[in-house]
């Protein structure tokens, strides 16, 4: 009897309110079925721009010697390599946001099979840490475009005034 | 020991709470931070759909093509953001007051969402996905028969 009265008398108090009932499980099998798929989307499409990253900055830098504008040209020379290099981190950060979806899929799949705690415990920090590196990813890229549009304002101002004499 | 008795009471009854996994308060706090982020990204959704009907207004008053053009704009993309944002609304809202009051029933709404959210999503980006390669079959289509007439 003392067994099981430890037992009881372990368990937190809250977690007589909320339980997981069917209908979470049933919601929780479909949720992670999309998540699945989303991941999956995800890894190909960073596979395919891992792809591409290496391909871009060359294929830019002839199109721009091509078409004769070779003070761009001469500026990809330079700084192409860090535009690759924040290519590649976006592509870093999009592989990192499946790996959490999978992850989250895999966890939920696998607690709700086994009904392991662990697993279900894992699940839902995946989850949180796939929207919380999105949600960041997402900040970053809205200030990114807010600087980036500014600093292009100024510049095309600049060179209208460099023209208007 | 404890866990022996354990699986014979598994699928018995529809709703009734299943005892083995437990919001545990690490599970708990991941659900109330993953709701935070959830309402972070309505809102965005909110303020883009927001953008998006200034700009079908003042298409709508430019003229009669401006009208055409603000309610194709305002219809298609209202539908595609207004249901992502609402769901994501809803399971952040729902999971936060579930989490917080200790309601099963409230918590249980709010994973629906979040299902809803992943099911309207995920059809979405297959018929784009679709509509793609539709257009890439068509084009390849097309310019074979270009090709081949030279």
């Excluded at chain 1, 989303?38 to 190909?44: A, E, K, N």
């Excluded at chain 1, 871009?56 to 761009?72: E, F, K, R, V, W």
């Excluded at chain 1, 999978?102 to 949180?128: C, G, H, K, T, V």
């Amino acid at each position: 009897m003392e067994v099981f009265d430890n037992q009881f008398s372990q368990a937190p108090h809250s977690e007589q309110g909320l339980q997981v009932t069917r209908n979470m499980r049933l919601n929780w099998l479909t949720t992670s079925k999309w998540a699945i798929f989303f991941s999956v989307l995800g890894f190909i499409y960073v596979a395919l721009m891992f792809i591409v990253s290496f391909a871009l900055m060359p294929m830019l830098q002839t199109i721009m010697s091509m078409s004769g504008q070779d003070a761009m040209a001469r500026l990809i020379d330079s700084a192409g390599v860090w535009i690759m290099l924040l290519f590649l981190l976006a592509v870093a950060v999009i592989f990192l946001i499946s790996l959490f979806h999978l992850r989250f899929a895999s966890n939920i799949q696998r607690a709700m099979q086994y009904d392991s705690q662990q697993a279900f415990e894992s699940a839902w920090r995946n989850l949180r840490n796939y929207f919380r590196i999105n949600g960041i990813f997402t900040i970053v890229s809205i200030v990114l475009y807010i600087i980036g549009t500014i600093a292009a304002g100024s510049i095309l101002s600049g060179m209208g005034m460099g023209t208007d004499f | 020991m404890e866990d022996m008795n354990q699986p014979l009471d598994s699928g018995i009854g529809s709703n009734v709470p299943e005892q083995r996994l437990q919001f545990t308060e690490s599970v708990r706090a991941d659900l109330i931070e993953t709701s935070k982020w959830a309402m972070f990204f309505a809102v965005l959704l909110f303020i883009v759909l927001g953008f998006i009907a200034f700009g079908a207004f003042f298409a709508m008053v430019s003229g009669p093509s401006g009208f055409f053009v603000g309610v194709v704009l305002l219809g298609l993309y209202g539908v595609l953001l207004f249901f992502p944002a609402w769901y994501y609304y809803k399971f952040a809202s729902l999971t936060r007051q579930g989490v917080d009051f200790e309601n099963n029933q409230i918590l249980d709404e709010g994973f629906a969402y979040l299902r809803r959210f992943y099911n309207f999503v995920g059809t979405l980006v297959i018929v784009l996905l679709s509509f793609y390669l539709l257009i890439l079959v068509f084009g390849l289509f097309t310019a074979g028969n270009l090709f081949g007439n030279f």
